[in-house]
């Protein structure tokens, strides 16, 4: 488990998609079960919090490109 340090502004969303590249459903979800308490700060992290980032080995399913065509 991997350690990081939030900056000013950071929320959920944007520290996993900025660390690991990534921020759906799964991702957050482990997020929030190895960061118990971090709930309390809000929607905005405080700068200089350190988290938790979960170890996840696989990419989500790619959405299929939908087409007018279709």
Known sequence: MR???TIAGDTANT????ELG???DQAEEAF???NPGLA?????L????RV???EIEEKPAAAARASVWD
């Open 3 to 5: 350690g990081v340090r």
């Open 40 to 44: 309390e700060y809000g929607a905005v």
């Open 15 to 18: 520290l996993l998609f900025r």
């Open 46 to 49: 405080p700068a200089g919090i």
């Open 22 to 24: 990534r921020s759906d």
């Open 52 to 54: 938790y980032l979960p």
């Open 32 to 34: 929030w079960l190895i």
